[in-house]
T-cell receptor, first 114, second 112 residues
């Protein structure tokens, strides 16, 4: 099976712009979650989508949004970019099993806001 | 909502056993405990998961006391390639869609 794919790998934007990141989960996985990772803050949970519905959200401003399509692919959008949004954005997918069901992560999108 | 606390960093030498502890005082009854390993420029990778007592797989062991308020990841005989950041995750059960809250991570440095 192919792993979790995130595109693009690197992105450079300027303040005030908006950006859309894409995540293709492992085939058959219906849950996709997104995380922001910065050197000082570790892995911060953004939100999780399941069957096209957002079922949980972390403590991020409304500028951060996402969606999931019927094929489970997910996109994350950040509007009105700020310098502090520079980070590695990771997505992960998982499927039903026992317990938490392990997360499979992509390699991330490195976003730089200038 | 379980908040997790881990040591920021640890040092070890090749061949030693390393134990990394994660505190999670507010763990809920249906929460599992999962550990991930992350190398630079990569996404985290699953290591081990448990609910209570002890779990062992080919790369690590996970010890969880009866009160489940902490857990210890044990890496036997570490090598240089085990140098990475280790995260514990508590909660976020698949069926309930809880928030997936990671600890701050423990940066393990293995020296020759």
């Amino acid at each position: 099976k192919a792993g979790v794919t995130q595109t693009p790998r690197y992105l450079i934007k300027t303040r005030g712009q908006q950006v859309t990141l894409s995540c293709s989960p492992i085939s058959g996985h219906r849950s996709v979650s997104w995380y922001q990772q910065t050197p000082g803050q570790g892995l911060q949970f953004l939100f999780e989508y399941f069957s096209e519905t957002q079922r949980n959200k972390g403590n991020f401003p409304g500028r951060f949004s996402g969606r999931q399509f019927s094929n489970s692919r997910s996109e994350m959008n950040v509007s009105t970019l700020e310098l502090g949004d520079s980070a590695l954005y990771l997505c992960a997918s998982r499927s039903r099993g026992q317990g938490n069901e392990k997360l499979f992560f992509g390699s991330g999108t490195q976003l730089s806001v200038l | 909502l379980a908040k997790t606390t881990q040591p920021v960093s640890m040092d070890s030498y090749e061949g030693q056993e390393v134990n990394i502890t994660c505190s999670h005082n507010n763990i809920a009854t249906n929460d599992y405990i999962t550990w991930y390993q992350q190398f630079p420029s990569q996404g985290p990778r699953f290591i081990i998961q448990g609910y209570k007592t002890k779990v062992t797989n080919e790369v690590a062991s996970l010890f969880i006391p009866a009160d489940r308020k902490s857990s210890t990841l044990s890496l036997p005989r570490v090598s240089l390639s085990d140098t990475a950041v280790y995260y514990c995750l508590v909660g976020g059960a698949y069926n309930q869609g809880g928030k997936l809250i990671f600890g701050q991570g423990t940066e393990l440095s293995v020296k020759p």
